[in-house]
């Protein structure tokens, strides 16, 4: 039996302040909160990341790391000794060269926060990096949001201040690693190999062999640097006075599945971190967060109309996607706008009113060529991507101008505009010479409408960063004055939506992602309290920090093939992002076209209802105007929009819709009660062919039909490819089913036109969908059979180089009956 004095001893080596336990027998110092606990052993290395209530350990030992790591002279130094003062409840660590920091804990419910106090000596410590944080979780690795997850836990960190930047330190310019679709100059989708691995967009959180890790960092920014920066290989980061790295703070959390938003929410209520509301529900988890939307130009004149065309959608808010004459002072289009700003208060008051709301799209901290930040007189807080001084004095008309130093001036990636200011006064110059003595050549002076001057011997010469919308850029204080003109504007006229595109243009200021995210918190900061939080906003790049501001993102370009194609598996992709970094799902923007038609918008509509996804919706009122499916387009947008908003669907549903593999249909048929059909297609193609005289044309098709026994429906087009002949026409369409005898439409389609079969009658219309006949039959439509059925196509072309007509079967199913309110 052993002694009393034993457990007397044994009992004084036991520490216990409120969650937090020392045992300095073992050199351990144990972080609890409701959920999880966290361990660190006496050199500060993490040595436990535990589920209390799985009693499973998380942590992956074999790459464990310090809670808190330096950065000096180029190495990352972890911490060497760690002891901890419960009264104070304090870390104190010890790195190599005399270096200590002190790190403030406050333990809570959900979450331990880490804060660095002090920092002894600071000057020479480039950066503070938290983890990086080994975890044996790999099922969901969220990149942006900072949580991995399994079936039945989730480990999560949290930046806790805008300085404090999500991921690892990869490089100096504080870029975080990216995808980018357009990186290999394919426009448009993703390549197929990018099906099948995750596309990421940060690392927060990052996949490892082992599972995934967590990090964040703060970087000290308190004197010039010369970094690789936006293509550039020499470029000036200037310093940024913003307390450096003591005030660095994070949270670490361990919580069930169910608990991670909760928990993410109480951090940002306890912490101060933005907490937006929409129709006061957080915005991370309101139902409108993915609300669609119609984009459409519009002004004083013709809102009206647009604002008609959005509530016949369904829709809430309409949306402007080029609204300004000038970007940088953000001055709207005169003739759309003749009172500048006051007159889209107007609209805005207007729109309200018919219980509609207006957003605008900008391109961030890009400045156009004639905004007055740039002309007559160019704003000395231009983004620069570094400076020289003049060699030698000149005068109004030198066009060779002599520098110092071209190490700034002679890098032409990303050099759209070859822009240099001196004094007042812009220049461009076509290339610089190859040796020294240096200097701009071929220079065009007063350039973009500045003054052309003489200037002397070492007057400082700024090389201005660009961009290839041939747009200039800003330092950081100019960012901030943009950003607090956007919100300037939303503050004064009251739009309720904005697109951040372009924040890839903050990287300007040498800042990287810590500037991006301080452009739209400045935004979000001044933005009135009835508007704060209020304003939908998504960007062209999410972040860590920006995850807290954003409502969401929505990618997904309209541009580069037809509707159903443009970027389509980028945009599946996406909703993985979405789901791994628990966001509102949208599906980006899609094109109203005039060849646009309602099974295309329906082929959409499924897809946002399959995957609970909002999208944006490109068009004019021009477009809408001519469209001759205008009211069952719009009827459309409407009835699926409610019904998705209402969550009417079942998962089996949604599911189903997701798959691609069939369409679907919906009507309102009472209140509250809707019909949801199936639709079966497939697509063919039949070519003109040149053969022997007598020899037969025909195409075979096989079109399998589960939807059981009916009239055909169909859609024929041509297809025309780029050496066809414009005139041609296809004559003689003839269709047989299983042999029942062929149908031949008494129809000339000539291109640009559609031939559509509703199952009941045929009619033929033109390229805005307007009917320019109704097709007498002479005999019934050919009936589909269950399952297999063989179809024989046929016409006539007019000419030897006609088009491919495409020729679409399809076939409707068993409807099904959903009552809103339940889900059957």
Not at 163 to 171: C, E, F, H, R, S
Not at 380 to 386: A, F, I, Q, Y
Not at 627 to 645: P, S
Not at 726 to 746: E, G, R, W, Y
Request: proline share 5%; aromatic share 10%.
């Amino acid at each position: 039996m052993k002694p009393k004095r034993f457990f007397k001893g044994l009992f004084t080596f036991l520490v216990v302040v409120t969650g937090v336990a020392v045992l300095p027998a073992k050199g351990q110092v144990n972080f609890k909160t409701r959920q999880w606990s966290l361990q660190l052993d006496n050199s500060g290395k993490i040595t436990s990341m535990k589920s209390l209530a799985l009693q499973r350990e998380f942590l992956y030992a074999d790459k464990a790391t310090a809670l808190m790591s330096i950065k000096k002279e180029g190495a990352i130094l972890p911490s060497q000794r760690c002891t901890w003062n419960p009264k104070k409840s304090e870390l104190v660590l010890s790195y190599p060269q005399g270096v200590t920091a002190t790190v403030k804990v406050q333990r809570n419910d959900s979450y331990t926060s880490f804060e660095l106090i002090d920092l002894t000596p600071a000057e020479h410590v480039e950066l503070v990096l938290w983890g990086p944080y080994p975890t044996t979780i790999a099922d969901t690795v969220g990149e942006v949001v900072g949580v991995v997850r399994n079936k039945e836990f989730a480990i999560g960190i949290q930046a806790l201040n805008i300085k404090t930047l999500g991921g690892y330190p990869n490089a100096e310019n504080d870029v975080e690693p990216a995808y980018d679709i357009f990186e290999s100059g394919h426009r448009v989708d993703v390549t197929a190999d990018d099906m099948n691995k995750q596309l990421f967009r940060g690392d927060v959180a990052r996949p490892t062999e082992y599972g995934a890790s967590l990090q964040a960092y703060c970087r000290n920014r308190d004197k010039d640097r010369v970094i690789e920066n936006w293509g550039h290989a020499a470029y000036l980061a200037p310093a940024f006075k913003d307390g450096g790295v003591v005030g660095s703070k994070i949270a670490l959390f361990g919580v069930a599945n169910a608990d991670v938003l909760p928990t993410i929410s109480q951090i940002e209520l306890k912490e101060g971190l933005p907490h937006p509301l929409l129709d006061g529900e957080w915005g991370k988890q309101a139902s409108h967060a993915s609300e669609s939307y119609l984009i459409m130009d519009f002004g004083v004149d013709n809102l009206p109309a647009a604002i008609a065309a959005t509530k016949q959608a369904g829709l809430r808010y309409l949306y402007h996607g080029d609204p300004f004459d000038t970007w940088g002072h953000f001055k709207l289009h005169a003739k759309e706008f003749p009172q500048n700003w006051a007159s889209m208060k107007q609209c805005v008051e207007t729109a309200k009113a018919a219980g509609v709301r207006l957003g605008v799209h900008t391109l961030s901290n890009f400045i156009t060529t004639n905004d007055p930040y740039v002309t007559p007189v160019p704003d000395p807080r231009l983004g620069k991507v570094g400076y020289s001084r003049l060699s030698q004095s000149i005068d109004a008309n030198t066009k060779e101008i002599g520098i110092e130093d071209p190490v700034f001036f002679n890098q032409f990636q990303n050099n759209t505009l070859k822009s240099v200011v001196v004094g007042s006064e812009i220049i461009r110059y076509g290339s610089v010479s190859a040796a020294a003595p240096w200097k701009l050549l071929d220079c065009q002076r007063g350039a973009f409408g500045t003054h052309a001057a003489a200037h002397q011997q070492n007057d400082s010469i700024g090389k201005l960063i660009d961009h290839a919308y041939k747009v200039f850029l800003t330092d950081y204080a100019l960012q901030e004055e943009m950003a607090t003109t956007i919100a300037n504007l939303f503050n004064e006229t009251g739009l309720m939506q904005i697109s951040f595109d372009g924040l890839e243009g903050c990287l300007s200021s040498g800042m990287g992602q810590y500037a991006r995210q301080l452009f739209t918190k400045t935004w979000y900061d001044h933005l009135k309290p009835e508007l704060k939080g209020k304003v939908i906003n998504d960007a062209s790049t999410p972040g860590h920090y920006f995850w807290h501001i954003y409502t969401r993102m929505n990618w997904g370009e309209p541009w580069y093939a037809g509707f159903r194609e443009s970027q389509l598996q980028l945009r599946l992709k996406n909703q993985q992002f979405f789901r791994r970094n628990l966001m509102p799902s949208m599906l980006g923007w899609f094109s109203l076209r005039p060849e646009t038609t309602p099974e295309d918008i329906e082929w959409m509509l499924a897809m946002a209802a399959g995957y609970n996804a909002g999208f944006g919706l490109s068009t004019s009122l021009e477009t809408l105007q001519k469209h001759g499916k205008k009211d069952e387009v719009l009827g459309l947008i409407k009835t699926w929009e409610q019904a998705r908003m209402q969550h009417i669907f079942s998962e089996a549903q949604q599911a189903q819709m997701r798959s691609l593999k069939h369409e679907f249909h919906l009507e309102m048929t009472g209140a509250n009660e809707y019909r949801l059909t199936p639709v079966y297609n497939a697509y063919f193609k039949h070519s003109q062919q040149m053969k022997q005289p007598g020899e037969p044309v025909f195409s075979t098709f096989q079109f399998n039909n589960p939807a059981g026994s009916q009239p055909v429906s169909f859609i024929i087009s041509l297809a025309g490819g780029k050496d066809f002949d414009p005139d041609v026409t296809f004559d003689q369409i003839s269709i047989a089913i299983n042999h029942q005898d062929a149908l031949v439409l008494p129809v000339s389609l000539k291109r640009n036109q559609f031939l559509k079969c509703d199952g009941k009658v045929v009619k033929l219309y033109n390229k805005q969908w307007q009917v320019i006949q109704t097709v007498e039959l002479s005999k019934p439509l050919p009936v589909l059979s269950d399952n297999a059925n063989e179809i024989v196509f046929d016409g006539k072309y007019s000419g030897e180089n006609g088009a491919d007509v495409k020729l679409e079967i399809r076939a409707s199913g068993a409807p099904e009956v959903i009552h809103a309110g339940r889900r059957d």
